[in-house]
């Protein structure tokens, strides 16, 4: 079920236009790279207004189609999310060791909440004929094992489920792919035993063999666990809920 392919054709980025957010951090940057390899128009979604530039492999610096937006804001990127083939949902942020209110809000509200809002965004849209739109939502493997972080694991999982919920509503019109990432080294995990660029290269490698539920992680329990969770909420949900017309 979430693992299934889409189409021999799934996966071909060239000339596709791309857009990531959280792309001042590792992974972002890592993802606009590969894409950028791959022939893709990367477009970088970020809070800080500077045009992001890429470190090439011979040295050069590659400016980036950049367009700065807050939390909040997601309504006013409605057109910039129209001319996108591709959104990479990928920002986050982990308030390691805080458990107070504040932390709380903050923890759903950019994790969880500003995310659903950019996922709904693509799903809203029209589809278009040919390839059809793709919305990738970085979840993590806290879905379904600890990240020594309570408050990530929570907002990062209630992201998960209403992924697994309002994907059932998915169009034909937009392919919705779940990345499920182990500890990768960044700002918000120093201690991560992946390194973003290797990522980054395994996500485009799966995506590309058209996979929806894209995994990359040393912990053998999270390749058994997650598809297993996947199966188990698609089939409960479809029992107990049914599609309304928007």
Same mark, same amino acid.
């Given at each position: ?102 932390? @709380? +809000? /903050? ?5 969880? #909440? ?6 709904? *965004?693509?799903?809203? !849209?029209? &589809? ?75 996500? @485009? +490698? /799966? ?5 929806? #539920? ?6 053998? *329990?999270?390749?058994? !666990?997650? &598809? ?19």
């Amino acid at each position: 079920m979430g693992a299934a392919a889409t189409s021999p054709s799934a996966g071909s980025y060239a000339g596709r236009r791309c857009g990531v957010t959280g792309a001042g951090g590792a992974l972002g940057r890592a993802l606009l790279g590969c894409l950028l390899d791959e022939g893709a128009h990367p477009v970088a979604l970020r809070h800080g207004p500077e045009e992001l530039c890429l470190d090439r492999p011979d040295g050069s610096r590659h400016p980036v189609e950049t367009v700065a937006w807050a939390v909040g804001q997601e309504e006013a990127l409605a057109s910039l999310l129209a001319s996108l083939d591709v959104l990479v949902i990928n920002h986050g942020i982990n308030r390691l060791g805080a458990r107070d209110a504040d932390a @709380l +809000r /903050q923890s759903l509200e950019v994790n969880t #909440l500003s995310a659903l809002r950019l996922f709904e *965004l693509m799903l809203a !849209l029209p &589809p278009r004929p040919g390839q059809p739109r793709e919305v990738w939502v970085n979840t993590s493997e806290a879905e379904v094992s600890p990240a020594f972080s309570p408050l990530y694991e929570i907002s990062k999982r209630t992201l998960g489920e209403l992924v697994s919920l309002r994907s059932l509503d998915a169009d034909g019109g937009c392919t919705v792919r779940r990345l499920v990432l182990g500890p990768f080294r960044s700002d918000l995990n120093p201690y991560g035993v992946m390194r973003a660029d290797g990522v980054a290269r395994a996500v @485009l +490698r /799966q995506a590309a063999a058209g996979r929806r #539920l894209v995994i990359v992680t040393p912990n053998p *329990l999270t390749w058994l !666990l997650m &598809p297993a969770v996947e199966t188990a909420r698609q089939l409960y949900y479809r029992a107990v809920t049914r599609r309304r017309d928007r």
